[in-house]
């Protein structure tokens, strides 16, 4: 029930653990907004109201759309063709106007639990995003900064601050001008480590 919802979400907060909801409709997005959660994984396959996109901005709820997982769902239960005449478009036009009212999107993959998908850079995702129309900054602050708010860990990493985790990607190219820069790193640097690169351990 609803006040179960809400009292789930306050003790836990009370706690001081972050709730995040899976959601995969606009009715369940409603009652995880309304319960109180702090983000969301997934966009519904049906349209966010705009009203409801204004109360999760307002209430600096997140969301992970997740569009990958969808596809690799659709595909495996071999109605891809379908999914993307009648579902892709409500969760580009989703994404657009979340983006476009200024809400807080993580980059994700459903915590790693979706069959399909792949360890490493999220591209089927990236390429969701940037034929719904998002910008390759959009992309990049989504799967950095963003990703960082979404999971209540600004302040440790997300940015490049003195003091935050020494996280770093430096790749051959410009994203901004190429996306597929990101897939051709030069060299990872994780916790203040090389791991990938020049004198990786």
């Given at each position: 029930?609803?006040?179960?919802?809400?009292?789930?979400?306050?003790?836990?907060?009370?706690?001081?653990?972050?709730?995040?909801?899976?959601?995969?409709?606009?009715?369940?997005?409603?009652?995880?907004?309304?319960?109180?959660?702090?983000?969301?994984?997934?966009?519904?396959?049906?349209?966010?109201?705009?009203?409801?996109?204004?109360?999760?901005?307002?209430?600096?709820?997140?969301?992970?759309?997740?569009?990958?997982?969808?596809?690799?769902?659709?595909?495996?239960?071999?109605?891809?063709?379908?999914?993307?005449?009648?579902?892709?478009?409500?969760?580009?036009?989703?994404?657009?106007?979340?983006?476009?009212?200024?809400?807080?999107?993580?980059?994700?993959?459903?915590y790693g639990g979706a069959r399909g998908m792949t360890i490493g850079m999220p591209s089927?995702?990236?390429?969701?995003?940037?034929?719904?129309?998002?910008?390759?900054?959009?992309?990049?602050?989504?799967?950095?900064?963003?990703?960082?708010?979404?999971?209540?860990?600004?302040?440790?990493?997300?940015?490049?601050?003195?003091?935050?985790?020494?996280?770093?990607?430096?790749?051959?190219?410009?994203?901004?001008?190429?996306?597929?820069?990101?897939?051709?790193?030069?060299?990872?640097?994780?916790?203040?480590?090389?791991?990938?690169?020049?004198?990786?351990?």
């Amino acid at each position: 029930s609803d006040d179960e919802l809400a009292a789930i979400v306050a003790v836990a907060r009370a706690r001081g653990a972050h709730v995040a909801a899976h959601v995969d409709r606009a009715v369940a997005l409603r009652r995880a907004v309304d319960a109180g959660v702090s983000s969301v994984a997934h966009s519904p396959r049906d349209r966010i109201p705009d009203e409801l996109i204004a109360l999760m901005v307002e209430r600096d709820v997140a969301m992970v759309p997740t569009i990958a997982v969808y596809e690799g769902l659709a595909r495996e239960r071999g109605n891809l063709a379908e999914w993307r005449r009648l579902i892709l478009p409500a969760l580009y036009d989703n994404l657009r106007r979340f983006a476009a009212a200024g809400g807080t999107l993580g980059m994700g993959d459903d915590y790693g639990g979706a069959r399909g998908m792949t360890i490493g850079m999220p591209s089927a995702e990236i390429g969701h995003w940037l034929r719904a129309g998002l910008t390759p900054m959009q992309v990049i602050v989504a799967s950095t900064g963003g990703a960082a708010r979404v999971l209540e860990l600004e302040d440790e990493l997300g940015t490049l601050r003195p003091g935050l985790a020494a996280d770093l990607l430096v790749v051959e190219g410009d994203p901004l001008r190429d996306i597929d820069a990101l897939v051709r790193p030069l060299l990872v640097i994780h916790g203040g480590a090389i791991v990938v690169g020049a004198n990786a351990r």
